[in-house]
Each structure stands twice: as structure tokens, then as C-alpha cells.
């Protein structure tokens, strides 16, 4: 249970750096893992294929590059953070620093991506939480529950078969109706307190871990900034939400009256 950091080289040669970690995690401290930032590993190079697939609650990956692809699949409560070299000459926003397919069927945890993201992103993530610069297209593909902050431009057919989960997307140039599947989801401006809260904080710890200009840039306009965003939601998603609050809205209204019979 004591805090661990642990800093190493990577290569692209090295393939699922985490997984075997995870698993003997969860053999010996159970299905939860442990507390958050138990175990960090900082590590500078170029990761391969299943960089932090099915991380496990308690163990940060930090990594200080760029990554192959299906980085975080399966992703299980861990935290994977992807940075590019203070020293590249490069802007986060316009270049791709992670491949594709990446959160494939992730559950939980986060992931972090100071930079753009290759196609498929987030493709079938379920409950995982992710700020990334940019993608490419089939964003959020048949993804079924989480939360995808997108600051940048994405590719086509966003949101295919989406049914779970919300994305906000920066619509910097007003073309994201135009590159999103409206098949499943509707696009919404971001007008609620707590939908705000929600993106101004994840684009802060976004600012904070990958130390991204993007982000930054962001956050010292964000009154003009948050008019930007598109919230994806969708459709059925959105009326299974409402009939849960209409429910419990209803049980709490029809308590008082109930224990008054039951007592009567």
C-alpha cells in the first residue's frame, strides 16, 4: 500500500507494459486494485501495441512520447497519461502522438492524451474517462458509457452506433455537425452548470498532467471558450436518464403520502 515510483526507457518492442502488472495487482489486493497514484511509472520513449491495456485501479502510466496502437484497452480504473517532449518542436493540438483503436472496451480509469489521437477512439469504451487533443475518424464508435473530451478537430462519422456515455467536442470551426453520425445522438450546446463544471474540470487536470498549451489556451478565454463545445448525447441514452429522474422524482413525492397510510 505504500506509494511507489518507479522510471524507465520504452521502446516500441515493449508490448502491453501494465497488464501483467494489473493482473498480480488484483491477485493479491483484490478486484478494486488500490488507492489512486499508488504505483506510478514514468516512462520516456515510444510505447508499443496495448500500452496500459486492462490497467488497474491504483497504477498511473506515465509516459513522456507517443504510443502504437489499442493504448488503454480494456483499461480497468488505472490512469495512462501521454505528454509530448517539452523539448519537441511540435504543437499538441496538430499532431497525431498516440495510434489507433485506443481505449478499445475500456470499463474505468483515465486516460490523458496531450495530443491527437489516430481513428477509432474510444471505440466500445464503456465507463473510462478521456481528454485528448484531436482525432481522427469513427470517434466514440459504438461507445456505450464514460465521458470523451475532445479539444480539437475530429474525423468522420463521430458517434456511429453511440449509444452511452457523453463526448463535448471543441467546435472551433463549426464543422462538427457536418463530420458527426446523427443516427444515435443529438448535438447540444453546453448551457448546464454541472455540464460545465464537468468539462472545465477535466480540461484543468488535463492542463495539469500533460501541461498542454490546447488546455491552457482554454482555460484563459473560458467565459468565449465553453460556446465552443458540442455536447454529444445520445438519444436513447438521454431518455432512459430522464425516465430514471422522473422515477425517483415521483418515489420521493409518493413517500411521505405512503407512510402516512402504512401509520393510518
Known amino acids: 500500500g505504500e506509494k511507489i515510483v518507479l522510471r524507465s526507457k520504452i521502446r516500441n518492442v515493449h508490448r502491453t507494459v501494465g497488464t501483467i502488472l494489473s493482473s498480480r495487482l ?16 514514468e516512462l520516456t520513449g515510444s510505447a ?31 490512469r495512462i497519461i501521454v505528454r509530448t517532449p517539452p ?3 511540435l504543437v499538441s493540438h496538430e499532431n497525431i502522438i498516440v495510434g489507433n483503436t485506443l481505449l478499445y472496451g475500456a470499463t474505468g480509469g483515465e486516460a490523458f492524451i496531450g495530443g491527437m489521437a489516430g481513428e477509432r477512439f474510444a471505440v466500445r ?9 484531436g482525432v481522427g475518424d469513427h470517434g466514440c464508435e459504438y461507445m456505450t458509457g464514460g465521458v470523451v473530451v475532445v479539444l480539437g478537430a475530429t474525423g468522420r462519422n463521430f458517434a456511429a452506433g453511440m449509444s452511452g456515455g457523453v463526448a463535448y467536442v471543441l467546435d472551433d470551426q463549426q464543422l462538427f455537425d457536418t463530420r ?15 455540464d460545465k463544471q464537468r468539462l472545465q474540470t477535466l480540461i484543468q487536470r488535463h492542463c495539469q498532467y500533460t501541461g498542454s498549451e490546447q488546455a491552457r489556451r482554454i482555460l484563459d478565454n473560458w467565459p468565449r471558450m465553453v460556446g465552443r463545445f458540442v455536447k454529444v448525447m445520445p438519444i436513447d441514452y438521454r431518455q432512459a436518464l430522464e425516465q430514471l429522474r422522473d422515477r425517483e422524482r415521483r418515489g420521493a413525492e409518493s413517500t411521505p403520502a405512503t407512510e402516512e397510510v402504512f401509520h393510518g
Open 26 to 41: 488484483v491477485k493479491a489486493c483484490g478486484p478494486d486494485g488500490l488507492a489512486d497514484d499508488t504505483v506510478t511509472i
Open 48 to 78: 508499443g501495441q496495448s500500452f496500459g491495456a486492462f490497467l488497474t485501479r491504483g497504477v498511473t502510466l506515465k509516459l513522456t512520447g507517443d504510443s502504437n496502437d489499442y493504448l488503454g484497452k480494456g483499461l480497468s480504473g488505472g
Open 87 to 89: 523539448e519537441a518542436p
Open 125 to 133: 469504451n464503456s465507463g473510462a474517462t478521456a481528454v485528448v487533443e
Open 180 to 194: 458527426c453520425n446523427l443516427d444515435m445522438v443529438d448535438l447540444e450546446t453546453v448551457w448546464q452548470d454541472a
